[in-house]
């Protein structure tokens, strides 16, 4: 029987939506030397050095939005499809969150099992815990499928998963056990389509996701070494 992902993880995933660009996804939140951050995927976001989110993240303050303004960590020119925004003087900075979640690729293996999480279509997994009611983020069971070189990274590669990241997904996390612990290994990109036939403009989703490596989202986003 698999591990259920914990609670350390879940209370850590956000539904998000950018003013700026309108589109609707998935961030997640870790933590960094004296404050947290809000990652998430830069094809959501716009290019510029703060930006206006409307966030929910109901297993904390049920189905009501947060509309805040946040200042991005490094440069949106930067590559790679990441994007790291400061949560010092918000809400999201002082709820309290169990445990704590590193983000890294650091010891992951090809075919390893993963999950992604997120908010596909905007749908939610809602549950009763301890009388109230929450809403969490729905969660896809995949395999890293392997690695591929992505000129928009530079050096960096994609993590392919074996998993389709349905729209929503976006911005979520990719998460998997590392040595017995739960960890963020990557960044949901989207999913890659191929045409239903030769030739035809109409495509299909290929079974196949792309995410940035942890790591690599990491140095693209301008956060905090570990």
Not at 175 to 195: C, D, I, K, L, Y
């Amino acid at each position: 029987m698999n591990d259920p992902i914990t609670a350390e993880i879940w209370q850590r995933v956000v539904q998000l939506q950018s003013e700026g660009t309108g589109r609707p996804g998935t961030g997640f939140v870790v933590d960094g030397p004296g404050s947290r951050y809000l990652v998430t995927a830069q094809h959501l976001c716009v290019d510029a050095p703060s930006e206006t989110f409307t966030i929910t993240y109901a297993w904390a303050n049920g189905t009501k939005p947060l509309t805040v303004e946040l200042t991005r960590v490094g440069d949106p020119l930067e590559g790679g499809d990441v994007a790291a925004f400061l949560l010092s003087g918000t809400e999201l900075d002082t709820v309290a969150m169990p445990g704590s979640v590193v983000l890294s690729s650091t010891g992951i293996g090809f075919t390893q099992e993963c999950f992604i999480l997120g908010f596909p279509y905007g749908l939610t997994f809602d549950l009763e815990l301890g009388g109230i009611e929450v809403t969490l983020p729905v969660a896809k069971r995949g395999t890293i499928a392997g690695f591929t070189r992505n000129p928009k990274l530079g050096d960096g590669v994609w993590m392919l998963l074996d998993v389709v990241a349905n729209p929503g997904f976006s911005g979520g996390p990719v998460v998997a056990r590392v040595n017995g612990a739960w960890q963020f290994v990557g960044v949901v990109a989207g999913t890659m389509s191929g045409p239903i036939e030769e030739g035809s403009t109409e495509r299909f989703a290929s079974g196949l996701s792309t995410a940035t490596d942890a790591d690599q989202a990491r140095r693209a986003a301008g956060l905090p070494s570990l």
